[in-house]
């Protein structure tokens, strides 16, 4: 089971901290990811991150701005979004990258 969480509106140039909570799996087996979809898109993955922690990828469009994190010891992935612009607008999606189940999101809106 993925729980997202930590969504909401925020303004231009803030910041937001999403987590997921992952159940039902040994989470510190699995690399794991977040993805985004807005309106009249493709669900399309942002950060992705390995089973240890040690390597992280990002899209270009989010480098420099967000940063994806676990904790292995409480089965939680994390993305900090720093520097928000209104195209980060989105749900916000985990996902464990070898499965294909999803949890129920949670909405950013970047908007003044």
């Known amino acids: 089971q993925l729980v997202e969480s930590g969504g909401g509106l925020v303004q231009p140039g803030g910041s937001l901290r999403l987590s997921c909570a992952v159940s039902?799996?040994?989470?510190?087996?699995?690399?794991m990811a977040w993805y985004r979809q807005a309106p009249g898109n493709q669900r399309a993955m942002v950060a992705s991150i390995s089973r240890s922690g040690s390597t992280a990828n990002y899209v270009d469009s989010v480098k420099g701005r967000f940063t994806i994190s676990r904790d292995n010891a409480k089965n939680t992935v994390f993305l900090q979004m720093n520097s928000l612009r209104p195209e980060d607008t989105a749900v916000y999606y985990c996902?464990?990258?070898?499965?294909?189940?999803w949890g129920q999101g949670t909405q950013v809106t970047v908007s003044s």
């Open positions: 039902g799996i040994r989470f510190s087996f699995y690399d």
């Open positions: 996902k464990v990258v070898t499965f294909n189940s």
